[in-house]
């Protein structure tokens, strides 16, 4: 079974530029999580999904972030007029539901630089 | 809110050591599930284990035991007889289930690093 996957690994961007960051969660997983992780703030929660419906939007740091998931699997984050301070890991998590009780496993993250 | 406090930003031992990762949590949930992920260098994250807020038992799986007190918020990590391959960073992290309902992401903690010397 493969785990989650996510793409791409490492991404340079220019300030000003959109990236889409995608995700693609175990099979069968339910629930999809998305983390920042960067120097300064730790390990940051984002957003979460429950099939594909993101019912909390509040964890995302501006509204140059969106995400969406369709067919209950692959979601994606986009990040618009990237801004220096957007540089970090980004991190896709998948559980069984219920939601938030279960293990999350963790994808690789995808390393976005914006110059 | 839920916070997740972890003291102890780096901790270095010798090889064979016992040692100690703190984890103190608060929340205002009744139910709730504690975490300990392992980010080795690679970078990726790696579950450990999950206690739910209504099982103190403390646990052992080889070297490594956790100590969940409520009384004091705390979830501890201890491993024995430590080794070179254990140098990684430590996060200790909770998942509320709020009395309406619903859930939410995991809130970490700032991590440990804990450094293995041989």
């Known amino acids: 079974g493969a785990g989650v996957s996510q793409s791409p690994s490492n991404k340079v961007t220019e300030k000003g530029k959109d990236v889409e960051l995608r995700c693609d969660p175990i099979?069968?997983?339910?629930?999809l999580y998305w983390y920042r992780q960067s120097l300064g703030q730790g390990l940051e929660f984002l957003i979460y999904?429950?099939?594909?419906?993101?019912?909390?939007k509040s964890g995302l740091p501006s509204d140059r972030f969106s995400a969406e998931r369709t067919g209950g699997s692959v979601s994606t984050l986009t990040i618009q007029r990237t801004q220096q301070e957007d540089s970090a890991v980004y991190l896709c998590?998948?559980?069984?539901?219920?939601?938030?009780?279960?293990?999350?496993?963790f994808g690789p993250g995808t390393r976005l630089t914006v110059l | 809110a839920q916070k997740v406090t972890q003291a102890q930003t780096e901790i270095s031992v010798v090889e064979k050591e016992d040692v100690t990762l703190d984890c103190v949590y608060e929340?205002?949930?009744?139910?709730?599930?504690l975490f300990w992920y392992k980010q080795p260098p690679s970078g990726e994250l790696v579950f450990l284990i999950r206690?739910?807020?209504?099982?103190?038992q403390n646990e052992i799986s080889g070297r490594y035991s956790w100590n969940f007190q409520k009384s004091t918020s705390s979830f501890n990590f201890t491993i024995t007889a430590s080794q070179v391959v254990d140098s990684a960073v430590y996060f200790c992290?909770?998942?509320?289930?709020?009395?309406?309902?619903?859930?939410?992401?995991?809130?970490f903690g700032k991590g440990t690093h804990l450094i293995i010397q041989p």
């Open positions: 929340t205002r949930d009744t139910t709730y599930y």
């Open positions: 992290a909770l998942s509320g289930v709020p009395s309406g309902g619903g859930a939410d992401g995991l809130t």
């Open positions: 998590a998948s559980s069984l539901p219920p939601l938030g009780l279960n293990e999350q496993f």
């Open positions: 206690r739910n807020s209504f099982d103190e």
């Open positions: 999904f429950q099939g594909n419906s993101a019912p909390d």
């Open positions: 099979s069968g997983h339910t629930a």
